[in-house]
């Protein structure tokens, strides 16, 4: 062994020894902490693209503008390493910073607040002693005035945020309670999958009926038979949650697919089936457009074996549903759309991807494909680069008619608005608005004084 | 004629070993523009037109020739292009389209075992090659890294560093094939560039079973990918161009070189460096199609080597049905071989092969032989699914030596566009002719160990061609016997590299392609030294042509 | 219970549909040839020629059933290849049912006799089978994944460029 590699060793026994000399903090707490981080999901915000866990970065698009997600890890000077746990769970449960100024509702504080007083306690000690710190920071959020006036979300806290933690129903199963539990707190699943009002407020009444996130129809997960997950097992749940599809049901893409791959699918099974049955009994929320179930769409159909020798146009363009869907799709999902004998590749119909009212999710996810980062990497190729607005249109149409819900319909201006991230949001435009109303409506006034002023002093000349 | 076009590097062919030269200078900071003969293709096309093509078992079939760049195509019937010689005909197919011939290759991408490079000193035969395995070895990881391989260890190419992926998943029928013939003949998983896992944003294979023609669904490494790497890098792609002459100055530097667009408009694109990367048959052609009063002979051939030394494996086949189910197609297509015949003291007297087991789809070549015998009536169907299970065969790749009388030449036709077509002259030697004898036995052994019955040898005397075009620009160290340098520089040029299996002074028994990009990424690296390379502070001291 | 002629077999150009008097595939046959292809007797044949076309298919491919829609793209293909084909289809079934000539024989018999019809078997058959029509330059695609060679094997294999399944499901042995 030579110098160095004494020195190192030396200097690695130091460096632990003092973690234990200031923290007597047991392994259980620090596993447990880690747990419900995972279940929070906090890594999906808080580390930017190959960027370092938990130091922040990650730009979250909102409809009032982007919201650059902070450093969370312990370093003093950039992260959190200052907070005491108390202010620790202000953040997490009351959206105030240490330095008491307010966070937008992107940090899903609002569901957090549900996080019980010992899972707190358990989140801080990892956070504080379990993730590396990391001495940068990213760049600030800047909101679009009037946003950027931190000090209106206290207005909203006041009308919004319900700040006491999860108290559990005494008349339910420890089961169902942990699902609650789960679901309305740390998997925070209502802030993608329950509608929000003006305000951008969820609407409790609503519970879980669907929401949007960017682009993406979060769809409803109530009980609902026809619009949402009424008619799947306990079993469907959890493999959905576990594997991120359920067979003969649906895939995760998007959002989900991340929320599974980078939490859901860590879960205890005891919990995924908590959170299971806590969702089979969330109150039915019915979309009349939805007649069947989503997931029961469609059948078998073969649109290739009678364009079978005839050569395509030259001009991609004018590609057929069927010749598009030949060309790009049928690899995987085969010629009738039946999916391989192993379920492994999915069959189209009988399928949420294809069987909602909406073809917007269809859109996205031919648009981006389903790609997770770990090994197994893409599930769904992107087809964003191989295929124009107009292609994915007559693709989306071809699908949607013989494999699912034949009322959805899209257009190339629709694919274009996907394409691009969705249409504009309106919010920053009606805050402006109506701030400019008002400041018109100062201005009309004082010219009418002035008028006023005028016409009695030239009348007084007359 | 056009405005001039310029860059610093300057590549002609934007097949794999062209791109993946280009894309490494391109990271590097050179401004590089590939000149492409053949159209941009397709890939959702190209399936298309295999699912409608009524020539399935000829995977030239979705690859039409372009009118300006013809490719030779021999179904339904010889297109003339690659005129024969003879004495045996050279039926080589390639792809003329960016991205080149591996848009429809079986990936599969082998290393040589390191006695394949001094069979001159080790048995007598061929040539030496100027570099040793262990210097061609970190170039192997870097090509392996960026086409994505998987491979086993026990193939007899030694290694520093592990494979990028796991082997890919055996099929069914090569693990009852592997199972079987242990412990006679070890059967391993083949070297591919076939993703076993994600692999840089392409998906795992999910079991086409048309690799050849086609990987519809980007799970296998294509040269469409190198070029898309080289255009990510900064590098431009002109397709339809195609190059007709090498221009020098007055020192024997290139100049420039000139191109027709398919409307015959002439082209002149200038450079400090320039590489020749348009494959074993048309880089050479294109050397002695720019012939000067300088260079009689065309460029690069003072030593009177460019187009001689055509090399390619050919193949002798057997085909039986086992005594037990195997279903071939469920899977990729070239999933496993036999490796322990690559190398040994036989070299002196006969080449040295490796076996292959195909596990391609046997339905269609079952269908038609049923046909052709006329079973018709319900033993059709019966009979169709026994064989289609049961079917199976095994080849031989054999290695050629280098004959400076095997070569291309100039033929006295021209194509389309006023080219001299290039024409083949070929014969298979004794050499090889005895390892095909000897591998019947192998054969005879493999069929008894699978209970094989209704044997069918290929018939004596014929083999199949496997496309490794190799040799007609060979490297070496005496520029009176070989084209290149050890580092892909040609002798009679400074400026003028070679990036091409063509290169290859041996053939060995490996499919070449891997071998070609590793020997491209060296030339790459001494045209323009990449910072923090594991090859930098190798070659430190080698000049550049960039210098 | 099938006559042994019917007039449908001396049939020799097309009759229109009639909806009064429903023409079967069965009248086509003789009792040998309908004996070896049961399912078809009561298949619709308001063509005699398109008639004649599906009852030799069934007997050369010698399947319980065929597809109806892929029968009339592959004989219009068919037809449009050769101008012949109907009549050349109404002759070779006439000497089939005449002459009980077993499917497994047939070739070898107009091999052995020179006979004209002898290319006619090979060519529906390849139609059928490899969804090809024709040959050498004038060969067409009619038919891939729906050509009988993918459905015969379609419980065990995809047609090439088809997935078999998610990464490694061809591990297992082919049930």
Redesign the interface.
């Known amino acids: 062994m030579n110098a160095s590699t004494c020195c190192l060793l030396l200097l690695g026994l130091l460096a632990t020894a003092s973690v234990h000399a200031a923290d007597s903090t047991d392994a259980a707490l620090l596993q447990r902490g880690q747990y419900l981080a995972t279940a929070g999901d906090c890594v999906a915000c808080h580390t930017a693209p190959a960027g370092k866990p938990f130091a922040g970065g990650l730009t979250v698009p909102t409809p009032i503008g982007n919201i650059i997600a902070t450093n969370i890890t312990p370093s003093a000077t950039a992260g959190i390493g200052h907070y005491t746990e108390q202010q620790f769970s202000d953040a997490l449960r009351k959206g105030i910073r240490a330095d008491g100024k307010r966070l937008y509702p992107a940090m899903p504080y609002t569901a957090y607040a549900q996080i019980t007083d010992d899972d707190v306690h358990a989140l801080y000690a990892y956070f504080m002693h379990d993730v590396a710190p990391v001495d940068s920071k990213p760049a600030p959020t800047r909101l679009p005035f009037p946003f950027n006036i931190r000090l209106s979300m206290a207005a909203w806290n006041l009308l919004f945020l319900d700040s006491k933690p999860f108290a559990p129903d005494p008349g339910k199963s420890a089961d169902w309670n942990r699902g609650a539990y789960l679901v309305r707190g740390l998997a925070h699943c209502s802030t993608c999958h329950t509608p929000r009002n003006l305000l951008m407020a969820e609407q409790s009444s609503r519970e879980l009926a669907g929401g949007a996130v960017g682009t993406w129809l979060a769809p409803n997960i109530t009980s609902d038979a026809n619009s949402s997950i009424g008619g799947w097992s306990e079993e469907d749940l959890v493999d959905y949650l576990k594997l991120g599809h359920a067979r003969g049901k649906a895939q995760a893409a998007g959002p989900m697919a991340e929320a599974v791959e980078h939490s859901l699918q860590h879960l205890e099974p005891a919990d995924l089936q908590a959170i299971a049955t806590y969702l089979k009994t969330v109150p039915a929320r019915h979309d009349p457009a939805d007649i069947q179930a989503v997931d029961s769409w469609g059948a078998a159909f073969?649109g290739?074996?009678?364009q079978?020798?005839?050569?395509?146009p030259d001009d991609?363009e004018k590609w057929s549903g069927a010749?598009l869907y030949?060309?790009?799709c049928?690899?995987?999902h085969?010629?009738r759309g039946e999916g391989?004998?192993?379920g492994?590749?999915p069959p189209l119909f009988h399928n949420t991807a294809t069987g909602r009212a909406r073809a917007d999710n269809l859109v996205l996810v031919i648009l981006e494909g389903i790609?997770?980062t770990?090994?197994?990497?893409?599930?769904m190729?992107a087809f964003a680069n191989?295929l124009s607005d107009q292609q994915i249109a007559t693709l989306a149409n071809y699908l949607t008619r013989h494999y699912g819900n034949p009322a959805a319909t899209v257009d190339a201006a629709r694919v274009g608005v996907l394409r691009a991230g969705g249409a504009p949001s309106h919010l920053v435009a009606l805050a402006r608005l109506a701030l400019a109303v008002i400041a018109l409506l100062i201005v009309l006034v004082i010219v009418l004084r002035v008028r006023r002023r005028r016409r009695r002093a030239s009348a007084g000349r007359a | 004629m056009s405005a001039e076009l310029s860059a610093d590097i300057v590549v002609i062919g934007a097949g794999i070993v062209g791109a993946l030269a280009a894309q490494r200078l391109a990271r590097q900071g050179a401004s590089v523009l590939i000149l492409e003969a053949g159209p941009r293709l397709e890939r959702a096309r190209v399936v298309a037109a295999f699912r409608n093509s009524p020539f399935k078992g000829n995977w030239m079939a979705p690859y039409p020739p372009s009118p300006w760049a013809p490719h030779p195509i021999y179904v339904p019937q010889d297109n003339g292009y690659l005129k024969q010689a003879g004495p045996y005909p050279y039926p080589a197919e390639y792809i003329r389209a960016v991205g080149g011939t591996t848009w429809h290759w079986a990936a599969q991408a082998w290393r040589l075992v390191p006695n394949d490079v001094r069979i001159k000193s080790l048995y007598g035969v061929g040539v030496d090659w100027p570099l040793s395995y262990e210097e061609l070895d970190p170039w192997y990881q870097e090509a392996e890294e960026l086409l994505g391989v998987a491979g086993a260890d026990n193939t007899g190419s030694p290694r520093q560093h592990p494979f990028p992926m796991a082997p890919v998943a055996e099929p069914w029928s090569m693990r009852r094939v592997r199972e079987r013939l242990a412990p006679a003949y070890p059967v391993v998983a083949n070297t591919v560039a076939r993703n076993s896992r994600g692999y840089d944003g392409r998906p795992a294979c999910v079991g086409n079973n048309s690799c050849q023609p086609i990987c519809p669904v980007n799970a296998q490494y294509l040269g469409i990918n190198a070029v898309e790497a080289a255009e990510a890098a900064g590098a431009k792609v002109i397709p339809n161009a195609v190059v007709y002459r090498i221009e020098h100055d007055v020192k024997g530097h290139i100049a420039a070189v000139h191109y027709y667009a398919p409307d015959k408009s002439e082209h002149r694109v200038t450079g400090t460096t320039f590489i020749l990367a348009a494959n074993g048959v048309e880089s050479p052609k294109l050397l002695l199609l720019s012939a000067s009063d300088t260079y009689p002979n065309g460029l690069a051939n003072r030593s009177g080597m460019v187009g001689r030394h055509l090399m390619d494996h050919p193949s002798t086949s057997l085909t039986f049905y086992a005594d037990e189910e195997l279903w071939l197609g469920r899977g990729p297509q070239s999933p496993s071989s036999i490796n322990t015949l690559r190398d040994g003291a036989f070299r002196s007297q006969h080449a040295p092969y490796r076996l292959d087991f195909t596990n391609i789809s046997q339905v269609l070549n079952v269908t038609n032989d049923l046909i052709k015998e006329g079973v018709y009536g319900a033993e059709f169907e019966k009979q169709l699914r026994w064989r289609a299970a049961r079917q199976i065969n095994v080849k031989n790749v054999l290695e050629v030596l280098p004959n400076p009388d095997n070569r291309i030449t100039l033929s006295a036709e021209k194509d389309a566009m006023g080219i001299p077509k290039p024409e083949a002259h070929y014969a298979i030697d004794d050499y090889t002719r005895r390892a095909a004898e000897v591998s019947k036995a192998d054969f005879a052994r493999i069929a008894e160990l699978m209970g094989g019955t209704g044997l069918r040898y290929s018939a004596d005397g014929q083999f199949a061609n496997n496309q490794h075009i190799t040799g007609t620009m060979s490297m070496g160290n005496d520029p009176a016997t070989s084209v290149v340098d050890a580092f892909g520089r040609t002798h009679d040029h400074e400026n003028l590299f070679v990036c091409s299996t063509g290169v290859m002074p041996t053939a060995a028994t490996m499919n070449s392609t891997l071998t070609g990009v590793a020997l491209a990424l060296r030339t790459a690296e001494h045209i323009l030294p990449a910072k923090n390379s594991h090859a930098a502070t190798a070659h430190v001291g080698h000049e550049t042509s960039l210098a | 219970m099938v006559p042994d002629k019917l007039d449908g077999v001396s049939a020799s150009h097309d009759h229109p549909a009639d909806p009064s008097r429903r023409r079967l595939l069965a009248g086509l046959l003789t009792a040998y040839t309908a004996s070896l292809i049961p399912w078809a007797l009561a298949q619709p044949a308001p063509h005699a020629d398109r008639g004649a076309f599906t009852a030799l298919s069934a007997l050369l491919v010698g399947r319980q059933a065929l597809d109806a829609a892929q029968a009339t793209r592959l004989y219009d293909a068919l037809a449009t290849a050769s101008p012949h084909f109907p009549a050349d289809v109404q002759a070779l079934l006439t000497l089939i049912n005449e002459r009980h000539i077993d499917p497994l024989q047939l070739q070898g018999v107009l091999d052995g006799e020179h006979s004209p019809l002898a290319p006619l078997p090979r060519s529906i058959m390849s139609a059928w089978t490899l969804g090809v029509v024709g040959s050498g330059e004038n060969a067409r695609c009619v038919a891939y994944e729906t050509a009988l060679d993918a459905v015969i094997v379609a419980d065990v294999l995809k047609p090439p460029t088809y997935a078999y399944g998610a990464y490694g499901s061809w591990t297992g042995k082919p049930s």
């Open positions: 073969d290739v074996a009678e079978r020798g005839t050569p395509f991609a010749q030949d060309a790009h049928a690899s995987c085969q010629a391989s004998f192993d492994g590749l790609h997770w770990d090994a197994s990497g893409v599930h190729p191989d």
